[in-house]
């Protein structure tokens, strides 16, 4: 089974702001650390990009199953169907996920505390470092 781990930050929220996904196999080894800059942007919205860069990577890279973690409840819970996307400007980022876990067909999330998102988080402020934040 792979794993995805996303975050997403901004410094200052909103403020400049990146992504990270940490992608690695059962046995640990790193498939894909991926990461990007957003400009500015929220902590929600670098999460959906973290989660989204995650995501079509597996679906890229032909993935029948997917375990997917991060440090955000409201984007696990909200990923999971259990809370409602009020936020208008995650709505398009919530379906966009959502198609891709479509496509990928076996996708589980699971929330997981901050210390063991360490790669995934070390990987979205390098991204923020993009913006010269």
């Known amino acids: ?15 400049p702001a990146g992504w990270g996904a940490h992608i690695v196999d059962e046995d640990g080894t790193v498939l894909a ?6 400009g500015r942007a929220t902590n929600n919205v670098a999460e959906y990009h973290g989660l989204i860069a995650a995501l079509q990577w597996a679906v890229d890279h032909d993935v029948p199953a997917l375990r997917v973690k991060g440090d955000s409840l409201l984007l696990v819970q909200q990923m999971r169907g259990n809370y409602r996307v009020k936020n208008e400007g995650l ?8 198609l891709l876990v479509m496509q990928i067909g076996n996708v589980t999330f699971e929330h997981v505390p901050r210390e063991r998102n360490k790669d995934a988080d070390r990987l979205s402020n390098l991204g923020m470092d993009l913006n010269g934040a």
């Open 1 to 15: 089974m792979i794993t995805a781990y996303f975050d997403g930050g901004a410094r200052g929220n909103p403020g």
């Open 33 to 38: 650390a991926l990461h990007g800059a957003l």
């Open 91 to 98: 709505q398009p980022l919530f379906k966009q996920a959502r």
